[in-house]
């Protein structure tokens, strides 16, 4: 799974849904009092300027992230002197700065290929000092989705593909499951911080109601566009999935469509 340019997570980072989820991490955090917060795959940087705005008694954020890219936005969005960046892997994470007090994953999990998350994990868990915590959350994971909104996916996927298809393409079925799409359950993600060494490990899945316009910024993330459809042109993908999508909220007469985020957190 590749980043692509013009298809980074920002546009989803943006909405006031993906601002209400990354709060509730931000009040699960409990940063101490001049502490150290490493924002661990900061992508542009909202759950790092959410950390800032919501945790002014911190004494530094350190985020991290793999694009470039996503950095320099992050850098653009934020110029406060308690806020660095750094460029580099969450699985090198303990690599790249720490001691820290708070270690943050903000809907990261998914992009890393299932069998490596748990070094991920292990890495925060070294990276803090004692008696920090780590949390994180996660939209793809094993139970996200409601039974009853099952009929809305089934009907967008149908639509998508008939618009690939006027396209003259379609959907990639046949093909290896892509890294957005290893989901694990919540007790699979409590049982990556156990064998982490973490303790008071607790977990909670909320549900949020997304709009058309949640939906259709979500359509333009690369890794959920390749995830969706197997295709690997991103510009085509994006448009078919957001035209179906369209198609469907019309079809359905729905003006939201709610999904469970998980969050799943620990202390050293």
Avoid at 69 to 74: D, Y
Wanted: charged content about 25%; proline content about 5%; aromatic content about 8%.
């Amino acid at each position: 799974m590749t980043f692509v340019h013009g298809y980074e997570f920002d546009a989803m980072s943006r909405r006031p849904l993906y601002g209400d989820v990354t709060q509730r991490l931000v009040d699960i955090c409990e940063a101490p009092a001049r502490g150290v917060v490493a924002d661990v795959g900061c992508g542009s940087g909202l759950a790092t300027e959410l950390l800032l705005a919501r945790s002014a008694h911190v004494g530094a954020i350190v985020g991290i992230d793999p694009s470039r890219h996503e950095l320099a936005i992050a850098r653009a969005r934020l110029r406060d002197p308690k806020v660095s960046f750094v460029h580099g892997r969450a699985q090198d994470v303990e690599s790249l700065t720490g001691p820290v007090d708070v270690a943050v994953l903000s809907n990261v999990m998914h992009q890393i290929p299932a069998a490596e998350r748990g070094a991920v994990v292990e890495g925060c868990h070294r990276l803090l000092a004692p008696g920090g915590r780590c949390a994180l959350n996660t939209l793809f994971y094993e139970g996200a989705v409601l039974p009853r909104t099952r009929p809305f996916y089934a009907q967008w996927l149908r639509a998508t593909r008939e618009v690939l298809r006027e396209a003259g393409s379609d959907l990639v079925l046949a093909r290896s499951r892509p890294v957005a799409m290893e989901t694990l359950t919540p007790a699979q993600h409590e049982e990556l911080f156990a064998a982490a060494g973490f303790s008071r490990i607790k977990s909670e899945e909320a549900v949020y109601a997304w709009t058309l316009e949640d939906w259709e910024a979500l359509c333009r993330y690369s890794v959920f566009v390749e995830g969706a459809t197997g295709i690997d042109d991103p510009a085509l993908g994006s448009e078919a999935l957001t035209r179906g999508l369209r198609a469907t909220f019309e079809r359905l007469e729905l003006t939201e469509v709610p999904r469970r985020w998980l969050f799943v957190w620990g202390d050293k």
